[in-house]
């Protein structure tokens, strides 16, 4: 069984796309992320002023911005899943409906198998995580935004990890500052909440910054990087 979740077809630039939006790269590495989050706005953790966070404002759940027929969701479940073990269906004018297969989780290292992801519990197990979470980046710059922008940024691929379930409940809305994946994938979810951060001009606070930093000390222990 392959040990590492692998990227396929996602790669994303560093660029801004025909319409002006950003969108992150699909991984980065240390040094460039070190660059990067010294470059990275800094500004209160908890900012005043803001107005309320706002869900419905990063609009509905897992559409399908790349136009492919297929939302968010099965887009990330397709591609992060061991390769050769998801069965898919069409539905729609999507050709990959994913009803199963096997995940490992980067944030726990655990193996999620699940043979009908149409059963609730079973859907509900495995989740499509923010790795910058929505009502962080509303505290980080997103508040001022335009909804388009925020709809975008709330379905960057390069932003989403399929993971599981309670793992990503655990996580919730915390950054680096109060929440970390296990010691070996700090490295990758550093270096990665640091490009979506750069790419979508998103400020950080200084315990954040501080956070980072040290993850990024754990990626000479880390090895070779696998996306995402």
């Known amino acids: 069984m392959v040990a590492a979740l692998v990227l396929v077809g996602c790669s994303v630039p560093d660029v801004e796309n025909d319409r002006g939006i950003p969108r992150a790269p699909a991984s980065i590495s240390p040094a460039e992320a070190r660059s990067r989050l010294a470059d990275l706005d800094v ?11 706002d869900r419905g404002s990063f609009g509905s759940s897992w559409a399908d911005v790349d136009g492919n027929g297929c939302n968010q969701r099965d887009d990330v479940l397709l591609r992060d899943a061991v390769p050769g073990s998801t069965q898919v269906q069409q539905q729609g004018r999507c050709p990959n409906d994913v009803l199963a297969g096997t995940w490992i989780d980067p ?14 519990a079973q859907a509900q197990a495995i989740q499509i995580d923010h790795v910058v979470p929505l009502s962080e980046a509303w505290r980080s710059g997103a508040a001022s935004w335009q909804d388009d922008r925020r709809r975008r940024f709330a379905n960057d691929l390069a932003n989403l990890l399929a993971v599981d379930g309670p793992t990503n409940a655990a996580k919730s809305d915390d950054d680096p500052a109060a929440w970390r994946p296990r010691k070996v994938y700090q490295c990758s979810f550093a270096s990665r909440w640091i490009a979506v951060k750069d790419a979508w001009r998103l400020a950080a606070d200084h315990s954040e910054i501080v956070a980072l930093e040290e993850m990024l000390d754990s990626c000479a222990d880390e090895g070779p990087r696998t996306a995402p």
């Open 107 to 120: 944030y726990t290292g655990a193996t999620l198998t699940f043979d009908d992801l149409k059963n609730p």
């Open 43 to 53: 500004v209160d953790r908890r900012p005043g002023g803001l107005p309320p966070y």
